[in-house]
């Protein structure tokens, strides 16, 4: 009745944002992502006749915040009429803060549930229902490069590529600890009612996909980084039109694009993305990590930065 998980965040390079359908967490359109090999998640799900109700503890803490949709989610893997839960969670990087800690979260709950409850699924049907949870949580089921599709009535994510098939890193600068003003599901929902650039956000959808799949076959490093820039700012820019605005960048957010694009200049493999959050994520070639950290540490607001390669599916550590 006891089983212990754990996962990666992933970053999107090809964005996902809006929900085709709130209910079941569809999303609007089909995301790319890798998933992080040093920052992680780990949730132990022990199921509890004794227990009149769900308790959770993060990083030995008790902290109701994520209580709800947790019991949600296991009320969803494990069925409505399932014994009471002691979920403790442990977590290496900042939560709430765009580091995508609701995708390992949920991933790995999903995984520790399913388990717990002696059910034996697919990791098709475990990233649907992660997917539930949290729209980026079926992504971090695999390992690597992931898409997760928009077709039919499930959700879907397939492998596009191992990660040892490209080996990036990943330097991740963080501006801001605290938690965000606005939740990813409330901000995407403003954006989809009143973003005049969100039409088109969905319909040019497919191209980006179709060009990031094709780099991530090709392994070509700048078509890559030129495209995912670029769908990264057409998501904010959806963001920042919409009434009321969701600008989630700070000044150093801006900052350290700037000092990516000195990078850039200076000839080095290296792009950003930002998810829903003030942190900056620069994706480079392994051979000029050391580069971005030290350029990245060095810019103005920059509180931390952590390095990564990319990493592993969602796993089972422990099952009691
Ligand atoms: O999975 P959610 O509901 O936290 O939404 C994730 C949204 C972005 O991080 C901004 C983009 C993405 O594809 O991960």
């Not at 980026?136 to 928009?150: D, K, Q």
Request: glycine share 8%; with cysteine; proline share 4%.
């Amino acid at each position: 009745m006891r089983a212990t998980a754990i996962a990666q965040p992933n970053i999107a390079l090809i964005k996902y944002w809006g929900k085709r359908d709130l209910e079941r967490n569809l999303p609007a359109v089909g995301s790319i992502s890798i998933t992080l090999r040093d920052l992680y998640t780990e949730m132990c799900v022990e199921l509890d006749e004794g227990l009149s109700a769900d308790r959770l503890t993060v990083n030995g803490a008790v902290d109701d915040a994520l209580l709800p949709r947790l019991s949600a989610c296991l009320d969803l893997v494990v069925g409505r009429s399932r014994p009471c839960a002691r979920i403790v969670s442990r977590c290496n990087f900042p939560i709430g803060a765009g580091l995508a800690s609701s995708a390992s979260a949920f991933a790995a709950t999903t995984l520790a549930a399913a388990h717990a409850a002696g059910k034996s699924l697919s990791i098709e049907a475990l990233a649907g229902l992660a997917g539930q949870s949290s729209g980026s949580a079926a992504r971090s089921l695999y390992g690597g490069f992931a898409e997760l599709e928009n077709r039919g009535d499930a959700i879907a994510v397939r492998a596009l590529c191992g990660r040892d098939e490209w080996p990036l890193s990943v330097v991740v600068a963080i501006t801001e600890t605290g938690p965000k003003a606005i939740g990813s599901t409330e901000a995407m929902e403003i954006s989809r009612k009143t973003s005049p650039f969100y039409s088109n956000w969905v319909e040019r959808q497919k191209d980006d996909l179709g060009t990031a799949r094709e780099a991530i076959l090709k392994r070509d490093f700048e078509q890559l980084a030129t495209i995912a820039e670029h769908n990264c700012l057409k998501m904010h820019s959806v963001m920042w039109a919409s009434r009321p605005p969701t600008v989630y960048w700070n000044s150093a957010t801006l900052r350290c694009l700037e000092s990516v694009r000195e990078l850039q200049g200076a000839g080095l493999g290296v792009f950003f993305t930002i998810d829903a959050g003030p942190q900056v994520k620069a994706v480079c070639l392994p051979e000029y990590a050391d580069d971005v950290r030290a350029a990245l540490s060095a810019t103005e607001g920059v509180d931390d930065v952590m390095v990564t390669g990319l990493g592993d599916a969602a796993r089972l550590t422990d099952v009691a």
